[in-house]
């Protein structure tokens, strides 16, 4: 199955109402951008840089399907990076303006993990 065209998702910041993150699912095109022009993928933007999966069409689908259901905990299955926007002990989805993004951890030189803490107090991994 290849994907027939791209589809967009933005969800909103349940605090501010701004994007906490935008979603386009993007088929294999000969006019994409960069290197990955060649290849079915999702891309998350919006929330601490930009995360791309390359998959299968249904796949991809599947996620994006999820994410728009709001359906996290499925989504989270494909990928966890995909919803790091979402605090888990709330169950509200946050913009980074409204998280509180810590430094970055690293460990022996390598960067680790960072951790950030939703509006209502929740310490979480928001990027690993």
Not at 82 to 99: D, I, L, N, Q, T
């Amino acid at each position: 199955m290849a994907l027939a065209g791209s589809r967009h998702l933005i969800i909103a910041c349940d605090r501010c109402g701004r994007a906490a993150a935008e979603f386009s699912l993007l088929p294999a095109s000969v006019k994409g951008e960069g290197l990955w022009q060649d290849r079915d993928r999702l891309e998350r933007t919006d929330f601490i840089g930009a995360v791309t999966k390359f998959g299968g069409a249904e796949e991809l689908t599947a996620l994006f399907e999820a994410l728009r259901s709001g359906d996290y905990e499925a989504a989270c299955r494909f990928d966890i990076d995909f919803v790091a926007f979402h605090c888990w002990s709330c169950g509200k989805s946050y913009c980074e303006a409204c998280w509180q993004i810590g430094p970055p951890v690293f460990d022996e030189g390598f960067y680790d993990y960072t951790l950030g803490t939703c509006p209502e107090g929740h310490e979480q991994t928001v990027d690993d």
